[in-house]
């Protein structure tokens, strides 16, 4: 099933609510003015500075996966009320105002799909639905993509992005850390790879769980990843967090990341991780 | 009870009762009166206030109860509980983190792994256990020692009282997420029986990354949250203030957790929270701990693993082509 007109790499359909608002938009880095429907034609990555915009979802799904070969799975698994939770307004007025803000149905748009011919299961986090904050329905979507991966035997692929926990679902969102994480034992156990892939911004339970255990951690460039926001660490700690604290690239100096990719080299370099791990051979066409 | 002991917001009628109680003392003493009746009526007081406050506590209360100064720790339970407990230190890589411990013991004659948080009485203890926020290190030693308890078939215990894992530098750099998720996903997977009870603070994933297991306790008093209502509070409610009203939205407390399902049982504590009976809490504790490691004896191999992950796995609440799922 083909959910996307042209979901070809380099020709992607993107809804006007994935960009910018406006005819063009200003690199945060070099300054640069670009086109908008040229940075959505490259992923939301500015030609020349390289800086990567955040990408929704569904515009990821047709910039990643070969043409045509993109199944959504669970798509009907959405956030319940089980805490009855109100703050200044009640928690299912806050969902429906995410949904119509970013056209989905939760935080996370999960599936199967062929990247260079190799079928995988993908769950793809989108920050505009509640800051991507994992609840009840993103855990069990993300259970099910590791679970299907586990059945189908094939690899699985998850990109984050995320504040970390949604509050609004107290204990039971705390809960979806476990059990990501027991999933992902069991495919490990199997001798499935899983690829996680860490995007701006990945923070909180959801880096304090599947995100990290990949068996490969790619980051995008830029990307802020951490436990503790920067705020939090001041408040709680008095300690002011140097520049450049928290990003990927520190992260990979660190040793928590494997690898820093460009998002316009995702396809290939999944593929070469994916040949490597889980086919055991070099892709048909070599980079 | 002294007077001392009621030091809590909410237990100010009580400290007020209690002082003039001293007080009638002090005359009758003094004086050589007989204050007898005066001194009874004074007594009957405070019972009847006790009753009226401890037996309808908000959560809020509770949360404070959880983390009295008197509260007794994790040590204190292994003390009351277990004989020839042996501290096994350090994670063999970087450090040993004294706010989160383990060890071998005895418990009722049978070898178990403790794996505790805790928490430091006095202000020199305080900081040398980092006032219970353990760091990568002590996620690291607790897998270490879980992973010596599958070796040699020793059921696993945890201790669960931490604010939180430490939000800091060092512990970001050495990647505490990692950690955490690490414990996560082996203890799904470690083949022996295991139990966590929650004696005081459950903060969050800093609580989680010693608490995946096959069940999990928690003291009447106890909360167990995916964030403090303080920090719930300066969130959604733009106001830290607001912490009653975040403890009782987030539905953190014992009864809640057990409605849930989140928890399997609550044990009762001492009227006035456990401080004020450490030893009688720990025997309820005792009776609990051996009820469930009867019951999980029966399991082993995968029966036991995939019981553990079916537990987790049903954990949620949500709709599905509009139907409720949990």
């Known amino acids: 099933m083909s959910l996307f007109s042209k979901p070809k790499y380099s020709t992607v359909v993107v809804k006007k609510k994935d960009i910018p608002k406006g005819l063009w938009t200003k690199c945060p880095i070099s300054g640069e003015v670009i086109f908008n429907k040229e940075l959505e034609a490259n992923l939301m990555v500015v030609p020349k500075s390289g800086y990567h915009f955040p990408i929704g979802a569904r515009a990821?799904?047709?910039?990643?996966?070969?043409?045509?070969?993109?199944?959504?799975?669970?798509?009907?698994?959405?956030?319940?009320?089980?805490?009855?939770?109100?703050?200044?307004?009640?928690?299912?007025?806050?969902?429906?105002?995410?949904?119509?803000?970013?056209?989905?149905?939760?935080?996370?748009?999960?599936?199967?799909?062929?990247?260079?011919?190799?079928?995988?299961?993908?769950?793809?986090?989108?920050?505009?639905?509640?800051?991507?904050?994992?609840?009840?329905?993103?855990?069990?979507?993300?259970?099910?993509?590791?679970?299907?991966?586990?059945?189908?035997?094939?690899?699985?692929?998850?990109?984050?992005?995320?504040?970390?926990?949604?509050?609004?679902?107290?204990?039971?969102?705390?809960?979806?850390?476990?059990?990501?994480?027991?999933?992902?034992?069991?495919?490990?156990?199997?001798?499935?790879?899983?690829?996680?892939?860490?995007?701006?911004?990945?923070?909180?339970?959801?880096?304090?769980?599947?995100?990290?255990?990949?068996?490969?951690?790619?980051?995008?460039?830029?990307?802020?990843?951490?436990?503790?926001?920067?705020?939090?660490?001041?408040?709680?700690?008095?300690?002011?967090?140097?520049?450049?604290?928290?990003?990927?690239?520190?992260?990979?100096?660190?040793?928590?990341?494997?690898?820093?990719?460009?998002?316009?080299?995702?396809?290939?370099?999944?593929?070469?991780?994916?040949?490597?791990?889980?086919?055991?051979?070099?892709?048909?066409?070599?980079? | 009870m002294e007077s001392s002991s009621y030091t809590l917001d909410f237990e100010k009628p009580l400290r007020d009762l209690s002082a003039q109680l001293e007080q009638l003392r002090q005359q009758s003493l003094e004086n050589n009166l007989d204050l007898g009746s005066e001194i009874a009526a004074i007594e009957r007081k405070i019972a009847a206030t006790q009753r009226d406050i401890y037996s309808k506590l908000t959560p809020w209360q509770k949360v404070q109860i959880a983390r009295h100064p008197k509260r007794p720790y994790a040590l204190d339970y292994v003390a009351l509980l277990c004989t020839g407990f042996r501290e096994l230190h350090g994670d063999r890589q970087f450090n040993d983190d004294r706010a989160l411990i383990g060890g071998t013991a005895f418990f009722n004659g049978e070898a178990v792994m403790i794996i505790a948080q805790q928490k430091g009485r006095d202000t020199k203890e305080k900081i040398a256990r980092n006032f219970g926020m353990p760091q990568p290190e002590g996620y690291r030693?607790?897998?270490?020692?879980?992973?010596?308890?599958?070796?040699?078939?020793?059921?696993?215990?945890?201790?669960?009282?931490?604010?939180?894992?430490?939000?800091?530098?060092?512990?970001?750099?050495?990647?505490?997420?990692?950690?955490?998720?690490?414990?996560?996903?082996?203890?799904?997977?470690?083949?022996?029986?295991?139990?966590?009870?929650?004696?005081?603070?459950?903060?969050?994933?800093?609580?989680?990354?010693?608490?995946?297991?096959?069940?999990?306790?928690?003291?009447?008093?106890?909360?167990?949250?995916?964030?403090?209502?303080?920090g719930c509070a300066a969130i959604l409610w733009k106001d830290p203030a607001a912490a009653p009203k975040a403890a009782e939205a987030l539905k953190l407390n014992a009864d809640q957790l057990e409605k849930l399902g989140v928890v399997d049982e609550v044990i009762p504590e001492p009227f006035g929270g456990a401080h004020t009976a450490p030893e009688k809490a720990a025997e309820s504790l005792k009776y609990a701990l051996q009820k469930h490691l009867n019951d999980l004896k029966g399991l082993k191999g995968d029966k036991l693993l995939d019981a553990r992950y079916e537990r987790y796995r049903h954990l949620g609440v949500y709709e599905e082509a509009g139907t409720a799922h949990s």
Not at chain 1, 80 to 85: E, T, W
Not at chain 1, 105 to 118: D, L, N, S, Y
Not at chain 1, 164 to 188: C, D, N
Not at chain 1, 195 to 218: E, K
């Open chain 2, 141 to 230: 030693k607790a897998l270490r020692l879980m992973k010596l308890a599958e070796k040699f078939g020793l059921p696993v215990i945890t201790f669960i009282d931490t604010p939180g894992a430490y939000p800091g530098i060092g512990s970001e750099e050495r990647h505490v997420s990692e950690a955490i998720a690490v414990n996560l996903r082996e203890m799904a997977m470690l083949g022996v029986p295991t139990i966590s009870i929650v004696v005081g603070e459950g903060g969050s994933g800093g609580a989680l990354g010693i608490g995946v297991t096959d069940r999990v306790l928690i003291f009447d008093n106890s909360y167990y949250s995916v964030i403090s209502p303080e």
């Open chain 1, 60 to 287: 990821r799904i047709a910039g990643l996966f070969d043409e045509g070969t993109f199944e959504e799975q669970d798509a009907t698994v959405r956030s319940a009320d089980p805490l009855q939770f109100v703050d200044s307004q009640p928690y299912p007025e806050r969902i429906k105002k995410y949904e119509r803000d970013s056209g989905l149905t939760e935080a996370v748009v999960c599936g199967t799909g062929k990247i260079h011919g190799i079928k995988v299961s993908v769950a793809v986090m989108d920050f505009r639905f509640c800051g991507g904050a994992m609840g009840s329905a993103v855990g069990e979507k993300i259970t099910r993509a590791i679970e299907r991966a586990l059945e189908l035997k094939i690899p699985c692929i998850i990109f984050s992005a995320s504040g970390g926990a949604r509050m609004q679902e107290g204990i039971f969102s705390l809960m979806q850390m476990a059990k990501t994480s027991a999933a992902l034992g069991r495919l490990s156990d199997a001798g499935l790879p899983y690829i996680s892939v860490l995007t701006h911004p990945t923070m909180g339970g959801v880096t304090a769980s599947f995100a990290v255990l990949g068996d490969v951690n790619i980051a995008e460039p830029g990307a802020l990843i951490g436990f503790a926001g920067a705020r939090v660490i001041k408040d709680t700690v008095k300690q002011t967090l140097p520049p450049g604290f928290q990003t990927a690239e520190f992260l990979q100096t660190h040793g928590l990341v494997d690898r820093i990719v460009n998002r316009l080299e995702m396809r290939d370099e999944l593929r070469d991780i994916l040949s490597a791990l889980h086919l055991r051979k070099a892709p048909a066409v070599a980079k």
